[in-house]
């Protein structure tokens, strides 16, 4: 019981009175200031979300244009070789190519000194950065700082004049020199004429 006379004591007082409710403000504007933080950080994060789709989006776009064009120019260079004739090729990869798009940077950073009556010194600092990748204006697309290449897993080719062992082996060294890849990953078979 000696507590509640205690308080009882304290709500009675004004100047304590006062101190309760200045605290109570307090805590209530900081309250406030905490949720509206939180809902403007969490829109930040979805905006962003967006972005990395568009990103992702973009880049499947360039796995698949990357992987027929050097389908493409691999079939052209083979089929050019003396003895080979008609030519098929196919390229897996172990991982795809990656893009690695222009983003735009922006950090900001405050610094806030708050000195009290005592002499004590309290310092805080807020650093806010935000990234937006960087586009064209007329397609919106990508400005690309780096493409890095994909691993190839391995190579099959299918050429009419594999069935000559010398061709054969010039379309592995071809391949193997090209994708600097060893020989071990790359597959020759004859084409069957009937087709």
Not at 49 to 71: I, L, R
Not at 117 to 124: D, I, P
Request: glycine share 6%; hydrophobic share 35%; proline share 2%.
């Amino acid at each position: 019981m000696n507590i509640f006379e205690k308080l009882k004591e304290i709500l009675s007082n004004k100047e304590e009175k006062k101190l309760i409710n200045n605290l109570m403000i307090i805590v209530l504007i900081c309250t406030i200031g905490l949720i509206t933080w939180d809902t403007f950080s969490s829109q930040k994060k979805i905006s962003n979300v967006g972005t990395s789709d568009k990103a992702q989006e973009d880049s499947n776009e360039y796995n698949n244009g990357y992987q027929s064009q050097t389908e493409a120019q691999l079939k052209k260079i083979l089929s050019q070789i003396k003895g080979v004739g008609e030519v098929d090729v196919m390229i897996t990869y172990e991982t795809s190519a990656e893009v690695v798009p222009a983003i735009n940077v922006t950090k900001s950073s405050q610094l806030t000194e708050e000195k009290d009556a005592q002499g004590g010194v309290r310092t805080t600092t807020q650093e806010d950065s935000s990234q937006n990748i960087v586009t064209t204006n007329q397609k919106n697309d990508l400005i690309v700082i780096k493409e890095i290449k994909p691993d190839i897993k391995g190579v099959v080719i299918v050429a009419k004049g594999a069935s000559d062992i010398g061709v054969k082996n010039e379309l592995i060294e071809a391949v193997r020199t090209i994708f600097q890849i060893p020989s071990f990953k790359v597959m020759v078979y004859e084409k069957d004429e009937t087709n």
